[in-house]
T-cell receptor, first 115, second 110 residues
Framework: DAGVIQSPRHEVTEMGQEVTLRCKPISGHNSLFWYRQTMMRGLELLIYFNNNVPIDDSGMPEDRFSAKMPNASFSTLKIQPSEPRDSAVYFCASRLRLARTGELFFGEGSRLTVL | SQQGEEDPQALSIQEGENATMNCSYKTSINNLQWYRQNSGRGLVHLILIRSNEREKHSGRLRVTLDTSKKSSSLLITASRAADTASYFC??????????FGTGTSLTVIP
């Protein structure tokens, strides 16, 4: 398996632009998580899905952020409009819920810079 | 915030020495996990300990869990330069949320 695949790996955009980050979880996994990592705030849980349904989005910082999971093999995190303080590395992770090990498998992240 | 705290924030040791990192958390948990992150990469799972376990070993890793104190420790024995990375604890609650600690940056000097 190729693991969790995120795109783009790097994005530089200007304030006010729309940003869409993409994630393909590991095939067969039924839970998907979006995290944001910054030096100041560490790893923050933004939202997670079980069986494509958003369960907890309390970590989404503002209405400018939205996430979707239209099917089991694809999720998006959208920021519209983007602001400089959104600059961070965004990680997607997936797992097989109720699996004995319970571990999360992370993608390599999308590094976002908003100028 | 439900994030845990890790201590120390940074640790520098000589190759061959042991490295100990501590994690404290705030809520009841189902399990606690430790992850490693190399610079510029995603996190990689190391070991999981369930709430009814007190100690677990995996190779050079030893994890302890004290649920009464809401704390855990990760011991890496006989460290190697390749162990240089950031290490994070993560707690899983009954709601399936995973919350990560602030991380410990480990440098192993050859």
């Amino acid at each position: 398996d190729a693991g969790v695949i995120q795109s783009p790996r790097h994005e530089v955009t200007e304030m006010g632009q729309e940003v869409t980050l993409r994630c393909k979880p590991i095939s067969g996994h039924n839970s998907l998580f979006w995290y944001r990592q910054t030096m100041m705030r560490g790893l923050e849980l933004l939202i997670y899905f079980n069986n494509n349904v958003p369960i907890d989005d309390s970590g989404m910082p503002e209405d400018r952020f939205s996430a979707k999971m239209p099917n089991a093999s694809f999720s998006t995190l959208k920021i519209q409009p983007s602001e400089p303080r959104d600059s961070a590395v965004y990680f997607c992770a997936s797992r097989l819920r109720l699996a004995r090990t319970g571990e999360l498998f992370f993608g390599e992240g999308s590094r976002l810079t908003v100028l | 915030s439900q994030q845990g705290e890790e201590d120390p924030q940074a640790l520098s040791i000589q190759e061959g020495e042991n490295a100990t990192m501590n994690c404290s958390y705030k809520t009841s948990i189902n399990n606690l996990q430790w992850y490693r992150q190399n610079s510029g990469r995603g996190l990689v799972h190391l070991i999981l300990i369930r709430s009814n376990e007190r100690e677990k070993h995996s190779g050079r890793l030893r994890v302890t869990l004290d649920t009464s104190k809401k704390s855990s420790s990760l011991l890496i024995t006989a460290s190697r330069a390749a162990d240089t990375a950031s290490y994070f604890c993560a707690t899983e609650s009954t709601g399936n949320q995973f919350y990560f600690g602030t991380g410990t940056s480990l440098t192993v000097i050859p």
